[in-house]
């Protein structure tokens, strides 16, 4: 691990190593395996194949029983063939007529791949690979949504100055600014779920023109249909050319993206937080903050999380911008860029772990937000200018500009002013009443909607 190239596979490899059933070579090889068996089992069952013979349950165990018990072990036996015939999807072929040869099934050995192109293979793997890494890609996201919308209700009603522009602004509260990031979260999460993902079995250029020239009666979309979508779960694509045009893989990255992208926002602002003190963090015995400063403790949780959702995004762009163009009915610059899905995964991976690292070290410092709305007067200057104008005095936004732009505001003048205007009692009263940590409008009743 000390030697890998790779942070991913070393510095982090920990922290994604459920990703490599998910997206390593031996993933692949095991889904292309997996895709390859079911293909034949289909074509068996079929009574218009009759060559294609149907199966005793025992043969139809015997073929399973390869996928099941393909291990990193017979994947090399693949990487073997491979190195002879310099095709990957070839030496799977290979690799299943070795395993049948020498029992019942032998005699089906020419109905393995029968029909198929490599990409036939190949797009339904990978669609299996983005399935598995979702699987373990989302329950890790769904922790970090719900451990911010916890924050969101234990701190509903706990108030903020809020910050426009790096400038004291009216205040809200905690929960609900956190609310807002839990809501933009799940709308993505649901984008992400919503993706619809794509496989086709189709031949070489999308046409079953083998398939036909074979079997003609055969019925070759539903055949297919069975496999994509009664053997995986998937949705068949009709309309495709030598491949899967991958335009569901860039609906699927942009919305991995935008997810991240809102994560970062999120961590920024924690970043943000903790460094004027709204936020202390809990200290780990043992951990460092920094080599020369004792009493430092970084965000640091909240920076890695940041730094991996940027890498993460930036392979997810690419995948997103590439994958759907290809020459004519294909070519080959799809290969080598899907290999990399992984990668936007696994940098996914380590930046959700860092930000449930840094929420799991959050301490609230009420005391350092209450001194600052006790410092921030000057935010009262819109409730009293907006109760102004519905009281018919004359220009109420520039006469609170000049008492409060460039002063230092205190809860003395502001209270010295409101005492002088012409206002309903009632009004007045309510004014008097306010204070910035008061002033936070229906931010706890907003948070309470999650």
């Not at 390859?36 to 015997?62: G, H, K, M």
């Not at 496989?199 to 036909?212: E, M, T």
């Not at 732009?405 to 209270?415: F, L, V, Y």
Request: net charge negative; aromatic share 8%; hydrophobic share 40%.
């Amino acid at each position: 691990m000390i030697t890998a190239i790779s942070p991913i596979d070393g510095r982090y490899a920990s922290k994604v190593s459920v990703l490599t059933t998910c997206f390593s070579e031996y993933a692949l090889m095991r889904n292309r395996v997996k895709v390859e068996v079911q293909w034949l089992l289909e074509l068996c069952a079929e009574p218009d194949i009759a060559e294609c013979r149907s199966l005793s349950a025992l043969e139809q165990q015997t073929l399973r029983a390869i996928v099941d018990d393909f291990t990193p072990e017979k994947a090399q036996r693949v990487k073997d063939l491979e190195s002879v015939t310099n095709h990957d999807v070839k030496a799977v072929e290979y690799y299943l007529k070795e395993q049948i040869d020498g029992t019942t099934l032998a005699d089906l050995s020419e109905f393995i791949h029968f029909g198929c192109t490599s990409e036939d293979i190949n797009n339904m793997s990978h669609a299996l690979m983005l399935s598995d890494g979702l699987a373990a890609l989302t329950p890790l996201q769904q922790q970090i949504e719900q451990q911010i919308a916890q924050f969101a209700h234990d701190f509903r009603s706990v108030p903020l100055l809020a910050r426009t522009h790096g400038q004291t602004a009216s205040p809200t509260t905690i929960g609900k600014e956190l609310a807002v990031f839990v809501a933009r979260l799940r709308r993505q999460s649901c984008a992400i779920a919503d993706v619809a993902i794509l496989g086709k079995l189709n031949g070489a250029v999308g046409n079953f023109n083998a398939h036909v020239a074979a079997y003609p009666d055969v019925d070759w979309p539903a055949l297919a249909q069975r496999v994509i979508e009664g053997g995986f779960g998937l949705k068949q694509n009709m309309f495709t050319t030598q491949i899967e045009p991958h335009d569901y893989m860039a609906e699927l990255f942009d919305a991995l993206a935008r997810w991240n992208t809102i994560l970062t926002d999120f961590n920024r602002d924690m970043w943000a937080y903790i460094s004027i003190g709204y936020f202390g963090q809990k200290t780990i015995k043992g951990e460092i903050g920094s080599s020369t400063m004792p009493h430092k403790v970084n965000p640091i949780d909240f920076e890695n999380a940041e730094g991996n959702c940027g890498l993460a995004n930036a392979i997810f762009a690419h995948l997103a911008t590439k994958l759907p163009i290809s020459r004519l009915q294909r070519d080959l610059t799809d290969s080598t860029v899907l290999r990399n899905m992984g990668v936007g995964f696994g940098y996914s991976m380590i930046a959700y772990h860092s930000a449930l690292k840094g929420l799991s070290k959050l301490q609230l410092n009420e005391v350092k937000l209450a001194n600052d709305l006790d410092q921030a007067w000057e935010v009262l200057a819109e409730p009293i200018q907006t109760v102004m104008r519905k009281a018919g005095i004359a220009n109420p936004y520039e006469k609170l500009k000049e008492l409060t732009r460039g002063h230092k505001i205190t809860k003395e003048i502001i209270h010295d002013f409101v005492s002088g205007l012409d206002l309903p009692e009632q009004d007045k009263q309510r004014l008097l009443d306010m204070s910035p940590a008061s002033y936070v409008g229906l931010a706890p009743e907003i948070a309470d909607l999650l």
